[in-house]
Structure formats: structure tokens, C-alpha cells
């Protein structure tokens, strides 16, 4: 990504406050000063590509260099950023003021600096913010010895050395429980939820190693209770354990709710926790229960513009997830608004999966509505990107989809040129959900047998696998994204799916 890019990014994640704030920083300067113009040339088009944006600055001043005037721009926008998150944000407000002891040592403010020292470790310490601790403490001690220990004694310098080593010790028990965590939550990411026993004993290995740590560990504080809640509550909603998973999540949303002055700034671990506990009750169809929840979403907010985004993101697939699940794909108005506005404005401040979540539910909700069409927009808007997406296990969900909608079109020889293509996928990666291949060979089976008496003949012969799948748990996490196999028995007995999905509903296995 090029300055003039990385700046266009940059102008278009700013909220309208911190725009404010920089035009108010920037309110003495000359309006024609050329950084002034190209924030406004970015402010006013969204969209702008780099190409156009320099040919539009180069119209409007021929006195500045664009490439210069850029890397200036994107300087001044991230100390403007960096002013207000000091006031936002304990953590950056911490470090700033370990970086103001170092000048009042330096202009040999001596007590000042040391004054401003004791405040900032009484306040690291009640954030338990131990890297803001870990460096003030230090500094500390570096500059009574620049000093030659003045006004303090041996048992003083001892205790405080003592102090030290404990900080790095819950430092290192806490980045060796975030490592297990971050690995658990790359697994599931790029190879998916467990779908064979080779990858539930991998993951059981993960597990060991997380109960040794925790076992060992004789330290209690905020963050590794966190990450030991997490780890356990994302192990086992991959194994398909999502009663469980629901009392793990539910035990980490009360930590969060009693030390709410813990928070990062945006609380990303909270959002993660608030979206395990609404997966969790979805997947045992509990949609009453989701309502508290979805509604501790809506009163979240961060000065980060993707935090919002992805918040708002999550508000709107399960408050629509109840309805997908029993079928009900209609989508009022304002909802289909804010779609709209998900997939159109805010698509490109999400990350690589939520975008692939947002455009593969918003292209089953229209399959859902036969408007098929529309739902291949939104397939290709992902299906034809960068193959950044294609190692996603979700990926594997919009090919079937797509292939659903060239099931109903008659397109064949898509189907069976994707389908070889799916296989050879499926074999190179040694794994896949037997609902993905058994929906291959319905697939690739043609349209079902036109009378009634074939139909229910070739439904006998496939509700039983069917029937095995779905009392499967590894299955089921494939079907949570969407009931292939309610689809299936739409098509075998031509009974409309809206119909089959309020059954399977009212009667759970």
C-alpha cells in the first residue's frame, strides 16, 4: 500500500469528532495550505483512488509536491489521533506520562520527575497495566542510581527490585496463556471447527498445555483469568460442546462485568466474549435468551471507527439470525437499509472474516427470497477477491451456495466443474464435513424424479444419512451456517424450505 493509499484509509477511519478535532488544531492555519486541501479532497469522496486524488490536487495547487504533502498529512492526522487517545485511553495516557518523567529528569526536574514516577506506578498498578508498570518501575530505579540512591535505603532498593521480578513474572504467565489462546483462535480461523479426531487430539494438546499453565500458575489477576476463559469457552464450541461453552462465556461476560475499569480501549476481548455467548444460545436455539445480549451490544462504543463497525456488524446478523434459522428471510425495510449499508460503506473496515460472514448471510438471505441474482452479487463479492479468502474454511460454504444457485438455474456444468474442484480441495486438505460431500452428489445428481412415489423413494434412501448427520455434533457446526440439509429435503419432496426449517425448529433433535 502506497502513502497517498495508506492516507486515503486513514481520512476515511477517522470519526467525525476526530476530523473536528484536527481542523480545529489546524483552524489558524492558511486554507489554502496544501495538507488542509487534500484532507478535504479525501473527506469530501470517499471512494477516491490515489491516481485521482493526486491528479485533483495537482489541478488545485501547483506549489506543493503531492508525495510530500501525503507523508506530512498522514504525520499530522496520527498526532492529532495520538492527542485525543491520551485522553481517551489509560493506556496510552500511562505511557505518556512515563515519557514526561523522562523530560522533567532530563531538565533536572529531579522530585517532579519522581513524583509523576509514584503516580504512575499507583496507577498502572490499579489498571494492572503491568508493561506501563514494568517500565516506570524500572525507571525508577535507573534514575536513583543515576542519582547515587539518595533518600532511600537497602531494604527500600531490595523491595523494589523484588516488586519487579514479580511484575515480569505475571507478565510472562500471561503472554504464555495469550499464546496458547492465539493459537486455539488461529486453528479454528484457517482450518475451522474440529471435524475429525486427529484435529480434537491436536486441540487436546493445546488443552494440556493450558491446564499446566493454569495449574502452576499461583497468580489471579484480570487478564489470565480472561485468557483461560476464553481458551476454554472457544475449545469447546470447536468440539461442538456449546452448553458448555455457554457456561464458560457466561462466567467470562460476569469478569468482564465486574471490572469494567479493566477495559481496553476498545474492548476487543469484551466483544469477543459478548459474540461466543450469542453464538453459543443460537446454536442451541435459545433466541430469547440472545435479546440481553445483542442489546449489551448496542450500547457499546469506541473512538475506533473498525470497532463500530464490526459491533454494528454483529448487532445485525444476530438480531437476523432467529429469522434465518426458522426460515423467515423477508427483511423489513430499515434492515435491508442496514444491510445495504454494512455491505456498501462499512464492508472495507471489517476484517477478512466478518466480511465473508456479512456478505455469505446477506447472499442467503436473498437465495432465501429467490432472488438469486442478488445473492450471486454478494457471493462474488468475496468468491472473486483475493485468495487471501479462499484459505478461510468458510470459503468452502460460499462455493455450495453458489453451487445451490446454479442447482435452481439448471447451470450443470458449473456444478460439475466446481465440484471436481471442491474434491481435489477436500482430498489435498485430508478433511471436510460428510454434509459437503453428500451435497455434491446431490448436486451433481440433476434435478430428483418428477412423481411423487420416486420422490418419497429417494427420500427414504437419503433421510437416513441425513438423520446420521444431524445427530452428529462435528456435523452440526457445518449446519449452523446454513441447513444444507433442509434444503435437500426441499428439493427431494418439493416442499418449500421456509416450511421445513419452522419444523426443525419446533422439533430439535
Known amino acids: 500500500m502506497t502513502k497517498s493509499e495508506s492516507l486515503i484509509s486513514l481520512v476515511n477511519s477517522m470519526t467525525q469528532h476526530e476530523k473536528r478535532a484536527f481542523k480545529m488544531a489546524s483552524q489558524n492555519r492558511n486554507k489554502k495550505s496544501g495538507y488542509l486541501i487534500l484532507f478535504d479532497l479525501i473527506s469530501g469522496q470517499k471512494d477516491i483512488s490515489a491516481t485521482y486524488l493526486r491528479d485533483q490536487f495537482s489541478e488545485l495547487t501547483e506549489e506543493n509536491s503531492f508525495d510530500s504533502t501525503a507523508k506530512y498529512l498522514y504525520q499530522i492526522l496520527l498526532n492529532t489521533l495520538l492527542d485525543l487517545r491520551k485522553e481517551q485511553d489509560s493506556y496510552y495516557y500511562l505511557f505518556n506520562e512515563i515519557l514526561k518523567a523522562r523530560i522533567l529528569f532530563e531538565k533536572s526536574l529531579y522530585d517532579d520527575s519522581f513524583n509523576l514516577l509514584t503516580k504512575t506506578i499507583e496507577k498502572a498498578q490499579e489498571r494492572e497495566n503491568y508493561y506501563a508498570l514494568l517500565l516506570a518501575s524500572k525507571l525508577e530505579l535507573e534514575y536513583l542510581l543515576a542519582l547515587n540512591f539518595p533518600l532511600v535505603n537497602e531494604k527500600e532498593i531490595l523491595s523494589k527490585q523484588f516488586k519487579i521480578n514479580e511484575i515480569i513474572n505475571i507478565i510472562k504467565k500471561t503472554n504464555v496463556q495469550s499464546s496458547i489462546y492465539e493459537l486455539l483462535k488461529y486453528r479454528l480461523v484457517h482450518q475451522g471447527n474440529v471435524r475429525t479426531q486427529e484435529q480434537k487430539q491436536k486441540l487436546n494438546d493445546l488443552v494440556v498445555s493450558e491446564m499446566s499453565i493454569v495449574s502452576s500458575s499461583n497468580i489471579a489477576n484480570f487478564e489470565i483469568n480472561k485468557f483461560h476463559q476464553l481458551f476454554q469457552a472457544n475449545y469447546l464450541i470447536s468440539v461442538g460442546d456449546y452448553e458448555s461453552a455457554l ?59 473498525n470497532y463500530n463497525a464490526n ?54 438471505i436473498s437465495f432465501g427470497n429467490h432472488e438469486l441474482t442478488k445473492a450471486s452479487k454478494f457471493l462474488n463479492m468475496i468468491v472473486f477477491k483475493v485468495k487471501d479468502y479462499h ?103 418439493k416442499i418449500p424450505l421456509v416450511t421445513i426449517l419452522q419444523r426443525k425448529q419446533q422439533n430439535p433433535l
Not at 462466567?251 to 461466543?276: A, C, D, K, Q, V
Not at 456488524?313 to 432467529?322: A, I, K
Request: aromatic fraction near 12%; charged fraction near 25%.
Open 247 to 305: 457456561r464458560s462465556f457466561i462466567e467470562l461476560n460476569s469478569l468482564f462485568e465486574n471490572n469494567r475499569h479493566l477495559w481496553n480501549n476498545p474492548p476487543m476481548y469484551y466483544l469477543l466474549t459478548i459474540e461466543g455467548v450469542l453464538d453459543s444460545l443460537r446454536s442451541i436455539k435459545n433466541y430469547d435468551g440472545m435479546s440481553y445480549f445483542i442489546n449489551q451490544l448496542k450500547i457499546l462504543h469506541s473512538p475506533s471507527v
Open 391 to 493: 484459505s478461510l474454511p468458510l470459503y468452502r460454504t460460499f462455493r455450495l451456495i453458489k453451487l445451490m444457485i446454479a442447482y435452481d438455474t439448471g447451470n450443470f456444468s458449473l456444478i460439475s466443474h466446481e465440484t471436481l474442484s471442491i474434491k481435489r480441495e477436500l482430498k489435498m486438505l485430508g478433511q471436510g464435513f460428510l454434509i459437503e460431500k453428500m451435497m455434491l452428489t446431490f448436486l451433481n445428481n440433476q434435478t430428483p424424479p418428477t412423481s411423487k412415489f420416486d420422490r418419497l423413494k429417494l427420500w427414504a434412501k437419503v433421510s437416513e444419512k441425513l438423520a446420521h448427520i444431524e445427530k452428529d455434533a462435528n456435523e452440526r457446526q457445518a449446519l449452523r451456517i446454513f441447513d444444507f440439509t433442509a434444503w435437500m429435503e426441499s428439493k427431494i419432496l
Open 311 to 364: 459491533v454494528k456488524c454483529l448487532v445485525f446478523l444476530y438480531e437476523q439470525f432467529p429469522q434465518i434459522d426458522r426460515g423467515f428471510f423477508q427483511l423489513s425495510e430499515s434492515k435491508m437499509n442496514e444491510l445495504n449499508d454494512l455491505v456498501e460503506n462499512k464492508l472495507h473496515l471489517l476484517s477478512r472474516v466478518r466480511q465473508a460472514e456479512i456478505c455469505l448471510y446477506a447472499a442467503i
